[in-house]
Antibody, heavy 119, light 107 residues
Framework: EVQLVESGGDLVQPGGSLRLSCAASGFTFSSFDIHWVRQVTGKGLEWVSTIRTAGDTYYADSVKGRFTISRENAKNSLYLQMDSLRAEDTAVYYC?????????????WGQGTLVTVSS | QSVLTQPPSASGTPGQRVTISCSGSSSNIGSNPVNWYQQLPGTAPKLLIYSNNQRPSGVPDRFSGSKSGTSASLAISGLQSEDEADYYCATWDDGLTFGGGTKLTVL
């Protein structure tokens, strides 16, 4: 069974840092692109970042230069290093697997981890 | 403001057919296939439709998708109370782009 489990969400002050983790199981992690998507409470979904199997990384303009996505295939783990956090980064953060077919659907999602940026 | 435009709300009675639209542009929907996600209250999103009109295993055939030009649609026939959820369209356009979401209410 495919599973994605996020962790690391917390309350952090503006300007602070946080590292999110996503533990994957039930599939060959190294063979799939993985994404981070966030959702402000009561609002819509926003793509944050993508890491491809070859290690190429992509970021939304809203987080570029502040967030860093990485993966550790030996540990079946995905990370999101979040620096210079702002109040508008407050959201539930989901990791999601890329289905690796033409439309690149996000076919499995974790349960999410809550990041709150506030003083 | 989302690049993909969805109506904020939709509603129907049990058994009815409901459609949700998703409008984009030549750089997103016009150039790429569309996926749809269902988010039940308090849960993570779930893939509902991929590649415009394909259903993942386990998704009932009451759900169908279509695309024409720069617009896409999700149709739900035989509406059921458990279909009450938020629905999001998504495609690729200089990154993954989601619609603003449509809250479906089953009256």
């Amino acid at each position: 069974e495919v599973q994605l489990v996020e962790s690391g969400g917390d309350l952090v002050q503006p300007g602070g840092s946080l590292r999110l983790s996503c533990a994957a199981s039930g599939f060959t992690f190294s063979s799939f692109d993985i994404h981070w998507v966030r959702q402000v409470t009561g609002k819509g979904l926003e793509w944050v970042s993508t890491i491809r199997t070859a290690g190429d990384t992509y970021y939304a303009d809203s987080v570029k230069g502040r967030f860093t996505i990485s993966r550790e295939n030996a540990k079946n783990s995905l990370y999101l290093q979040m620096d210079s956090l702002r109040a508008e980064d407050t959201a539930v953060y989901y990791c999601a697997r890329d289905g690796m077919v033409g439309s690149r659907p996000l076919d499995y999602w974790g349960q999410g981890t809550l990041v709150t940026v506030s003083s | 403001q989302s690049v993909l435009t969805q109506p904020p709300s939709a509603s129907g009675t049990p058994g009815q057919r409901v459609t949700i639209s998703c409008s984009g542009s030549s750089s997103n929907i016009g150039s790429n296939p569309v996926n749809w996600y269902q988010q039940l209250p308090g849960t993570a999103p779930k893939l509902l439709i991929y590649s415009n009109n394909q259903r993942p295993s386990g998704v009932p055939d009451r759900f169908s998708g279509s695309k024409s030009g720069t617009s896409a649609s999700l149709a739900i026939s035989g509406l059921q109370s458990e279909d009450e959820a938020d629905y999001y369209c998504a495609t690729w356009d200089d990154g993954l782009t989601f619609g603003g979401g449509t809250k479906l209410t089953v009256l």
